[in-house]
């Protein structure tokens, strides 16, 4: 029986990270083991860094409701408690954003909340 053989397929799965490695620097964008090597470790970073962008722009959210609330005489747990107390369900991103952008309807959920 003769020989399969699969130069195609190999040639087809080894040009898929060339491609992606385009723009590497030295043999990362055209040997194939360094790219390869390269195109992996780079998709381990993307995605352990998809997850700590959104830790980090939570931490934001948190950091600017804090900054309201001290302002209006709270600080971020106990407003965060009370509002869980008086099952005020608005979430950190929409707080933060009430936040900065109008902190009159801010304060006026903190009084609320307070009382």
């Known amino acids: 029986m003769p020989?399969?053989?699969?130069?195609?397929?190999?040639?087809?799965?080894?040009n898929k990270y060339l491609k992606a490695a385009k723009?590497?620097?030295?043999?990362?964008?055209?040997?194939?083991?360094?790219?390869?090597e390269q195109v992996e470790t780079g998709w381990q970073y993307?995605?352990?860094?998809r997850r700590n962008g959104r830790r980090a722009i939570r931490?934001?959210?948190?950091?600017?409701?804090?900054?309201a609330a001290r302002l209006h005489g709270m600080n971020y747990?106990?407003?965060?408690?009370?509002?869980?107390?008086?099952?005020?369900?608005?979430?950190?991103?929409?707080?933060?954003?009430l936040a900065v952008?109008?902190?009159k309807a801010f304060g006026e959920l903190v009084a609320n909340v307070q009382n």
Not at 25 to 35: E, L
Not at 59 to 67: E, G, P, Q, V
């Open 3 to 14: 020989r399969a053989h699969s130069s195609v397929p190999t040639r087809h799965r080894r």
């Open 23 to 36: 723009g590497y620097f030295g043999g990362k964008h055209s040997q194939f083991k360094a790219a390869k």
């Open 46 to 49: 993307a995605y352990r860094d």
């Open 59 to 67: 931490a934001l959210w948190i950091a600017r409701i804090n900054a």
């Open 77 to 97: 747990s106990t407003l965060i408690d009370a509002m869980n107390k008086k099952n005020i369900a608005i979430d950190r991103k929409m707080l933060a954003d």
């Open 101 to 103: 952008k109008d902190n």
